[in-house]
């Protein structure tokens, strides 16, 4: 008996889940031991040049954290500090209302009315009128991309983010 609670004890960490720096939407607070890049901008014409490199400007910067041992999620926020869009890869899904913060009815409401149509065989995307949410991969490797159309800078193509 003791054992077998040892081992759901020690299984029930598996789970555990660590809060996110911030939610779609919401200004992000770094966090020391999360791992985060900026992501720089230079001109064609000038990027041979150590002086175009060194003025080089961060369009926005990305912050990884594990949410759990099976889920990784990136949020990408923009050089207000903003969060413009999250993705995820894991083994399942996260919680979604974690993630979207505010957007999440708007989400939720948007997925139920998908729901009453007929399925489709490809990437699920829920759009609404202020983020666009979108769901592929296969078992065992789920991924997923949530934006606010509204937020992302006008330098970044949505392709660039993972």
Do not use: C
């Amino acid at each position: 008996m003791v054992q077998a609670i040892s081992r759901l004890i020690s299984f029930s960490f598996l789970f555990v889940s660590v809060t996110i720096e911030a939610r779609l939407g919401e200004k992000i607070v770094p966090d020391p031991a999360a791992n985060s890049t900026a992501v720089a901008q230079t001109t064609a014409a000038a990027q041979n040049t150590a002086e175009a490199q060194n003025k080089a400007v961060a369009r926005y910067s990305v912050h990884e954290k594990k949410l759990s041992s099976t889920v990784t999620v990136k949020e990408y926020a923009g050089t207000d500090g903003v969060v413009f869009a999250v993705s995820w890869r894991g083994l399942a899904r996260p919680d979604l209302s974690d993630l979207l913060g505010d957007y999440y009815s708007e989400y939720s409401n948007a997925e139920k009315e998908q729901k009453t149509q007929p399925r489709r065989r490809s990437a699920a995307s829920i759009t609404t009128p202020q983020i666009i949410v979108k769901h592929f991969g296969h078992m065992r490797d789920i991924r997923g991309l949530a934006y606010i159309k509204d937020r992302i800078p006008s330098s970044v193509r949505v392709e660039e983010l993972e």
